[in-house]
């Protein structure tokens, strides 16, 4: 027997869709049917794979987890109205990460007298049956719509993945009444032809566009490129990298959610998160700014441009963010064109030489880029001499009263990781493939500077603003880069999720170490908690009401707890214990990298810190 979940099923995995992560309820036992039909009829197995979720935000972040590690979208499947509510910050993340995911609920039953089949049997069908369920997340959908029948089911699932595949990507909403789903169709004779339903091309500048901002850089005596996620396309990085060398333009990522430079390259400037004086010190001086596949270039209160700045402001998608209530970038010229596309017009203006004849070759031009770029060149090894001395630098501990106090800090932990990553790969005779999550939220700043990332896509964030995705997303990266091996493509021998306290509680650590244990993601998975504790010199966050202590959770303990023992943890930093200082983090760490790569299973450091 067939029915409207039989298809939509089917044209989920028609339409390239491999995994589908669920919570059941109430309106799905059509679909559940189905998916024992595939059993029994099949091979075992379902297509698409499910992957059980007890919470919906993990579920909906480990959907994203996977699509920024594959670049496709999966499903997540929810109950009515309550799941949908449930999905919480993660659909804020996905919406502003532009991260397409295909989200799928059910809805109440519209018939109660047996009238079809589905009909209301259970009391929650009338309490949650509310006037406009799809009204919960509209706002941050791309598309929006209701399966009203088994005979055009394909064609919504297409209409729904080709928007969120298109720039801006994103995700998108369907429902279903529960009789609908339960609807008996003919076994399907022929598939929807999905090809026929692809995402939009990117473009790039128009010919005038692209002169016009070459001509821009190429004069400009301090020119200055700002993006913020850039690299989710690994492709248009190498682009950037050549246009920032060829004119000694120095580089800085604002809020990054990808890695879009390498920070080894000498012109890059770093990263900031755009707290009052962070900003790179290039930005009052800059005479010509390139804004390119950014979220957020500058906050005018805390650090501007100078009013006479020229600025370009570049994004495929949206670039003056119609999904936002207020946003301005002040600008010469706002186009919206696929960064890749753009930089190489670009580049290829730069290297003919612009309207007015100059080139590199130009006197004066020439002298200005390598001036400029000797001067970025020490201005780098001093940024990097800076990270060093912050990495060694472990602090004073003295007694404080029988208060903790933490004997590490964020920039001891991670110089430490970077280099027993680094002593693991060689024992193992090559460089780890290690993709590390980052949702350190006070610490981002600091955290982006000292790992300093070289490869697209081997540091990545949410893309916006609410806690709780690392963990979830840590176990969709890890189901993402099985289906990349798959495909003959390059997976990861480690995955390291870095989280603050918040980050950790809000991110339902019960279910998300329950579904890394039941879906073996232990082979790839450590968690390094960075979250303080103690006093600082001021008023202390639990006097602000703002932290956890001073009697913390066991966070450690809370995945062992939920994997049933399988998962390792270990609490390091107060000073006076056996782990701390310097060597007990070097040995607590090297221990945690050995357990995930060696006994697969997830190791979870609980990095004790001052503070806020």
């Known amino acids: ?55 919906e935000m993990v579920a909906l972040s480990a959907a994203q987890g996977y699509a920024q590690v594959t670049g496709k979208p999966a499903a997540v499947i929810v109950h009515v109205d309550v799941g949908t509510q449930a999905l919480a910050g993660a659909i804020h993340n996905v919406d502003r990460g532009r991260t397409p995911v295909l989200i799928y609920a059910g809805a109440s039953a519209f018939s109660a007298h047996k009238e079809l089949k589905g009909a209301r049997n259970e009391w929650i069908m009338w309490m949650q049956d509310i006037p406009d369920q799809s009204a919960i997340n509209r706002q941050y959908m791309r598309y929006s719509a209701q399966i009203s029948s088994g005979s055009t089911v394909s064609q919504y699932v297409a209409r729904a993945l080709q928007v969120a595949t298109s720039d801006p990507k994103g995700p998108v909403y369907l429902w279903a009444r529960r009789e609908v789903m339960e609807q008996e169709v003919p076994a399907p004779s022929k598939s929807l032809n999905f090809q026929q339903w692809s995402a939009i091309e990117p473009s790039g500048l128009s010919p005038a566009a692209a002169s016009h901002i070459a001509s821009a850089l190429l004069t400009s005596r301090y020119p200055l490129i700002i993006t913020s996620f850039l690299g989710r396309n690994p492709n248009a ?21 990808a890695v879009n430079f390498p920070f080894s390259h000498p012109f890059s400037a770093g990263v900031s998160f755009l707290a009052p004086g962070m900003h790179t010190t290039h930005l009052p001086a800059a ?14 209160a805390n650090n501007a441009p100078s009013p006479d700045a020229r600025v370009f402001v570049l994004d495929g998608g949206d670039p003056i963010k119609t999904s936002t209530g207020f946003w301005h970038v002040g ?11 753009a930089l190489e017009q670009i580049l290829e203006v730069v290297k003919k030489g612009d309207v007015q004849g100059r080139t590199l070759d130009d006197p004066v031009v020439n002298k200005e880029v390598v001036t400029r770029g000797m001067s970025l060149k020490v201005r780098h090894q001093e940024m990097v001499r800076e990270l060093d001395k912050a990495e060694e630098a472990y602090p004073e ?13 964020v920039p001891n932990i991670l110089g430490v990781l970077r280099k027993v990553i680094e002593r693991a790969s060689s024992s193992h005779g090559h460089a780890l493939r290690t993709l590390f999550l980052n949702e350190s939220i006070s610490n981002y700043q600091t955290v982006w500077t000292h790992l300093r990332p070289e490869v697209s896509g081997s540091v990545i964030g949410s893309g916006g603003s609410s806690l709780g995705w690392a963990l979830g997303a840590a176990v969709g990266a890890h189901i993402g880069a099985e289906v990349k091996e798959k495909k003959e493509e390059k997976g990861y021998d480690l995955i390291v999720a870095i989280v603050g306290d918040g980050s950790y509680m809000f991110g339902v650590p019960s279910s998300a170490y329950w579904m890394a244990r039941k879906y073996q993601t232990s082979p790839r998975q450590s968690m390094l908690g960075v979250h303080p504790d103690g006093y600082g010199s001021k008023a202390t966050g639990e006097k602000l009401t703002v932290g956890f202590g001073p009697d913390c959770p066991d966070y450690s303990h809370i995945a062992v707890a939920a994997s049933a023992g399988w998962a390792w943890g270990k609490s390091i930093g107060v000073a006076g214990a056996a782990d701390s200082g310097e060597e007990g983090l070097n040995g607590v760490i090297e221990q945690a990298v050995k357990i995930v790569l060696e006994e697969h299973r997830c190791a979870v450091v609980d990095c004790i810190i001052q503070s806020i």
């Open 287 to 300: 005479e010509t700014i390139l804004v390119i596949d950014c979220d957020l270039p500058w906050i005018p």
């Open 237 to 257: 990085v190498p682009a950037l990298t050549a246009l920032s060398t060829l004119l000694s333009i120095p580089v800085v990522s604002t809020c990054p959610s």
């Open 331 to 341: 600008a010469e010229m706002v186009c919206r064109a696929d960064a890749e596309q």
């Open 1 to 55: 027997m067939y029915t409207t979940s039989s298809l939509f099923l089917k044209s989920l995995a028609d339409a390239g869709i491999t995994h589908a992560f669920v919570n059941w309820g109430s309106d799905h036992p059509a679909l559940l049917e189905d998916l024992e039909r595939q059993r029994i009829e099949g091979d075992g197995k379902t297509k698409p794979e499910i992957v059980t979720c007890p919470n």
């Open 397 to 409: 501990v003295s007694s404080a009263g029988g208060v903790p106090v933490a004997s590490i800090t």
